[in-house]
């Protein structure tokens, strides 16, 4: 019976982009075992935060489950023996001891490399801590393309290491989105009209504030940045709007629950996502799968997740990106496959086959000398 530890501890933050990959990672795994084809039985025990276990069910035929509750001792010590160890991010501070379990890394982002408030010896230190983390590890995955050529640049991968790409799986489901929004919702009354959206963490590195010019292009349009807005740049956007005379049609809600988030998917003219820097763009497949068009930037990860079916900010000057939105939006308008098209890319990234991949590794790890 191969024994197997998850890290999902980010389950801790359940909306954000990692807990949404421990939860969705977690609930896959646990239905592929039970219904594994070789009647291999799986021994799967999870890491979870204090009151979350139960989290995946309960031991069923072809799976034993057990749960561990994270705290703080639980990064000096954590009991048993694995055939296989996964931290499902780069920033684990859970680790196997020497002799417990082969360990599997995955790497969604080095993001902090572009922080202009981290000094060059803070990003040194970084680098390093997860050197010795990669160095420890028995099979290293990436979230794109993009972030494994990031790590071969900035650190030391040996050849003989695996380091396959593993992309993120898309969770939402349009048939899941409200018919409408509470009666109480701040949205209502502000979405009977045209609008544009956004979800994510309202920082500088995704560059929203370039949006703000396409309300002055756009009269009829509003537009909804949603996501966490606790950091003072959402501040800047604010101000910037007043001063652009487009406060009036911006709507900045904060955080949203998923039925809200379904709902914008579904309702808004279009998703834009001028992101500097991401890991892989989760948001970007999830609108896809609304058959949403996107207009996103040309940097990172993103052209792996658009491909051909996204609209492409080149740079962010203002006349370029309201002419890539205006031909953008006649052109999906014109297209009547085009919204087929976005459906089915969005659809290569599943969960089912995100798991798939996993436990082709899993099955190496329990193999690896």
């Known amino acids: 019976m191969p024994s197997l530890f998850i890290d999902a501890e980010r389950l801790r933050a359940p909306n954000s982009g990692l807990g949404q990959v421990c939860l969705h990672l977690g609930r896959e795994l646990v239905r592929q075992c039970t219904n594994d084809p070789t009647g291999q039985s799986w021994q799967l025990t999870f890491l979870v935060p204090k009151g979350r276990s139960g989290v995946f069910g309960d031991s069923r035929p072809g799976v034993t489950i057990t ?16 055939d296989g160890w996964h931290c499902l991010h780069q920033d684990s501070s859970y680790l196997p001891r020497a002799g417990q379990g082969k360990l599997m890394l995955t790497i969604y982002d080095l993001n902090f490399l572009e922080r202009v408030d981290y000094s060059e010896a803070r990003k040194k230190r970084k680098l390093a801590k997860l050197q010795r983390k990669i160095n420890r590890a028995s099979v290293l995955t990436a979230g794109s393309a993009y972030t494994a050529e990031v790590v071969r640049t900035h650190l030391t991968v040996p050849e003989s290491l695996p380091f396959p790409v593993v992309y993120t799986g898309v969770a939402v489901d349009p048939a899941k989105a409200p018919a409408e929004l509470p009666a109480n919702s701040p949205l209502r009354p502000f979405t009977e009209a045209p609008f544009l959206f956004f979800v994510g963490v309202v920082h500088p590195k995704k560059n929203v504030h370039t949006l703000l010019p396409l309300l002055e292009a756009f009269p009829d349009y509003r537009l909804v940045l949603a996501g966490p807005d606790g950091h003072p740049y959402a501040q800047h956007i604010r101000e910037q709007a007043q001063k ?46 609304f058959g949403k068009p ?76």
């Open 67 to 82: 749960y561990m509750e994270a705290w703080w001792l639980r990064k000096l010590w954590i009991p048993g023996q694995f």
């Open 294 to 369: 996107v207009f996103i930037s040309s940097l990172t990860s993103l052209p792996e997740v658009g491909g051909k079916e996204a609209y492409y900010f080149e740079n962010f000057d203002p006349e370029n990106m309201a002419k890539v939105l205006h031909d953008g939006l006649h052109d999906f308008g014109q297209n009547t496959l085009r919204q087929e098209r976005m459906r089915k890319r969005a659809a290569t990234f599943s969960w089912p086959d995100v798991v798939a991949e996993y436990r082709k590794l899993y099955d190496q790890l329990a193999t690896v000398l």
């Open 244 to 289: 652009l005379g487009v406060a009036d049609r911006l709507l900045m809600p904060g955080a949203i629950d998923e039925a809200t988030k379904l709902w914008l998917y579904a309702h808004c003219e279009a998703f834009l996502f001028p992101s500097l820097s991401e890991g892989f763009g989760l948001p970007v497949a999830e609108a896809m799968t």
